[in-house]
């Protein structure tokens, strides 16, 4: 009996320790006020270019109500805060230029109140190439303190998207295979489209890919395409290195009216295949450089943008982090870069609207002619938006 008794006090003494070890930092507040951000360590905002937005995402929370009214201070936009998350999470966010945003300093909570919006306008965001913004917030000293771990958010900015698109139905592609008659060597590459189709009904749907310099071998052949004789119409498919990659279909099967940004990757040993972000097929099919001359575009495709092609191997990171958004056109990695978006940037970085070509807006400026029949749709006025809205 005595060891029964001995052995349930050593079971509470453990439980107990466990119970300590393991305390919610609500906790220590039962008995005292206290504020804390009820929302996410991150907050992800979608925003569009020269528009203004209230964001509605952030709540200041007390521990219990009070029967007086009761401020809470708020600092946003402090250096120290945004440095201190760049550091831990290795990101390497942009503080948000003040003269983009407003917050307010206090928050005030009626009698029994104990959750308020914190006000957060957005107002005419401009986005650079290669930025990420992001907002830092914190609950500051003041009447009522914030609990330790509960009392710091921060807003990431996205940019929302709103572009004509280009439409390469019942065309014959568009291709420039002399860009470098000499050939263009690389050791590793990433090949990015995103396209959007109203059906997957024939085989050999063609993408995309590389023009090979003459005298080159089945090896240097980059060739994406939808369908073949031994797979389904909606099963992706690159043909490269005198083999080929069939993309599982429980991995991945095409529906029709869908937006898919679709990347090939070779690091100089194997081939991976993404679609969305999302990791889909690898292969290890052969080494060493490949020997390009130009690039060309499906005819087969519906609507086509972001068409990218690096000489580096993309991390999946970057992939995710880019699937929607455009990038750095003066990246000196980035061999080619057709937005497709009906828009030309000139040398000075100025971009103007200009429909007569397919614009290349790397520096390399390999800008392809338009096709018969292709035209820049902007979706019956109303543009195509990325990410889409739910």
Same mark, same amino acid.
């Given at each position: ?27 220590d507040f039962q008995s005292e ?20 937005l209230s964001v509605k995402d ?35 966010? %942009? ?6 945003? /407003?917050?307010? &300093?206090?928050?005030?909570? =009626?009698?029994?109140? !104990?959750? *308020? $919006? ?71 590459? %990433? ?6 189709? /109203?059906?997957? &009904?024939?085989?050999?749907? =063609?993408?995309?890919? !590389?023009? *090979? $310099? ?177």
């Amino acid at each position: 009996m005595k060891k029964l008794i001995f052995s349930l006090a050593s079971i509470c003494l453990l439980t107990a320790c466990q119970n300590e070890l393991y305390k919610n930092p609500l906790e220590d507040f039962q008995s005292e006020q206290g504020a804390f951000i009820d929302s996410k360590s991150t907050v992800q905002i979608f925003v569009e270019e020269d528009t203004e937005l209230s964001v509605k995402d952030v709540k200041i929370a007390l521990v219990k109500p009070t029967g007086a009214a009761v401020k809470v201070s708020v600092v946003a936009g402090d250096k120290e805060q945004l440095d201190r998350f760049n550091s831990k999470n290795k990101t390497d966010y %942009t503080m948000l230029p003040a003269e983009m945003y /407003a917050v307010g &300093k206090e928050v005030e909570f =009626a009698s029994m109140s !104990t959750s *308020q $919006v914190l006000d957060v306008t957005l107002k005419n965001v401009k986005f650079e190439s290669g930025v990420s913004y992001a907002l830092p917030i914190k609950i500051a000293n003041g009447d009522v303190a914030g609990i330790d771990g509960e009392k710091e958010t921060l807003i990431v900015l996205e940019q929302r998207i709103r572009t004509k698109c280009l439409m390469m139905k019942n065309t014959n592609g568009a291709e420039d295979a002399n860009m470098w008659p000499e050939g263009l060597s690389v050791p590793q590459w %990433t090949f990015e489209v995103m396209l959007n189709r /109203a059906a997957y &009904k024939q085989n050999n749907m =063609a993408i995309g890919g !590389t023009k *090979q $310099v003459t005298g080159s071998t089945p090896l240097d052949e980059i060739y994406t395409r939808f369908g073949d004789v031994t797979i389904d119409p909606n099963q992706l498919q690159i043909k490269t290195g005198a083999s080929q990659i069939d993309v599982d279909k429980e991995k991945f099967a095409a529906q029709p009216n869908t937006w898919y940004m679709i990347a090939f990757v070779y690091d100089g040993k194997k081939t991976y295949v993404y679609v969305n972000g999302n990791l889909v097929a690898e292969q290890e099919i052969r080494s060493g450089e490949y020997k390009l001359a130009g690039f060309w575009i499906g005819g087969k495709n519906d609507y086509v943008r972001e068409y990218r092609f690096w000489r580096i191997a993309r991390t999946p990171k970057q992939l995710s982090d880019y699937a929607w958004k455009m990038v750095d056109p003066t990246d000196d990695d980035l061999v080619v870069y057709y937005p497709c978006n009906g828009k030309k940037r000139n040398d000075d970085g100025t971009i103007v609207e200009d429909e007569t070509m397919i614009w290349d807006w790397s520096k390399g400026a390999h800008h392809l002619a338009m096709p018969n029949n292709a035209y820049y749709d902007d979706n019956s006025g109303n543009m195509f938006i990325f990410p889409e809205v739910k």
